[in-house]
Structure formats: C-alpha cells, structure tokens
C-alpha cells in the first residue's frame, strides 16, 4: 500500500510541470523517495509533535514521511501558491498531512518536533529558516548533499539555541537546546539577504 502511493506521487510529480527536473521514474525513486526514507529512523525517534518539511515544494520529503509514519501529523511549509496546490491534492488523501502556503518566518516559533529542508537555501539560511520552528528538544534536519561547506554551520546553529548532532552521510542533524532566542526569526527575506556567520 505504502510503496503503491509512493509510486503514484512520484508518477504524478514527474507529470506536474516545475515540481521536478527528473524524467525517469527509477532515478526520480532514488532522489525523491529513498533520500526521505533513510530519515525515517531519526524521525520515528523524535519527540511527539509536528514533523515540518519547510519549502516542501513537490512534497519529496514530506510527502514520503507522511506515508511511513502515518501516526506522526507532517506539515509542508511552501510560498509558492501552485506548489501547494499539487500538495494539497496529498492532504486529501493523508489524513496526517497539512499544507500551509506562506514562508517559514510566518509560522510562528518553538513548535514542531522536527523541521527538514532539502534544496531550499544555503545551509546557513535554511538553519535560520528551521531552528527558530523547533520546540526545546526537537530536531532540525538540513540536507546538505556531498559537496556543501560545513565549517562555520555549528556556530550558526548556536546563535539559534541549535548543537550539533549525529545524522545521516549528507545530512546535518541540529538539537534545539533551549527556547528560540530574542530577534529570530528575522523579518522574511532577511536570512537570504544578509546570512548569519560564526
């Protein structure tokens, strides 16, 4: 049932014009669904609340999260209003999955269990995008792919009460470790516009 649902979105994507630049089904599979997939374990293991996929676009992590851990309510976070519309023909039909058309800085802070980003910004923005959604406790996930620079992205995430922990290759895993500072999140537009640095 699982894997059928998974193999219609990823039909489906591949079929909606400026969701995916993947034409193949197998490699669009890899891409799409697989990378999801090995975040499972973490996810099933973070603390209860809302898993977040912020700039969820075609729903490529969200989506498949949504499917694997039917118990566990995921929200897709994205601005652009066509997106969503795509995603919401998902939400009605998972039950635990929401859409929310807006940005990340909107959503108000310290709230979700886990919040991920995959191909959504530089590191040090989608950090500042994240961190400031997770409640004290929670996790923020950013896909990094092999060749992003890391040096510096601990110190970031420490500017927004976030340590360092362990992920899978590819993946960097951030604790939120106390209450979203005084200052975050910055005004939209302004992480992209001017990043925090160590």
Known sequence: MA????????????????????????????????EALALVPLLAGAPAGPIVDVGAGGGSVGIPVAVSLPEREVVLIEAERRKCAFLETWAARLPNLRVVWGRAEEQGTDWAAVAVAKALAPPAVAIEWLLPLVAPGGLAVVFLGATAETAGLAAIAGQLAGEVGD????VLVLRKTGPTPPGFPRRTGVARKRPLTA
């Open 3 to 34: 894997e059928r649902l998974l193999r219609t979105w990823v039909a489906e994507l591949i079929a909606t014009p400026g969701l995916t630049a993947m034409t193949d089904p197998a490699a669009a599979w890899a891409r799409h669904v697989e």
């Open 167 to 170: 992920g899978p290759p590819g």
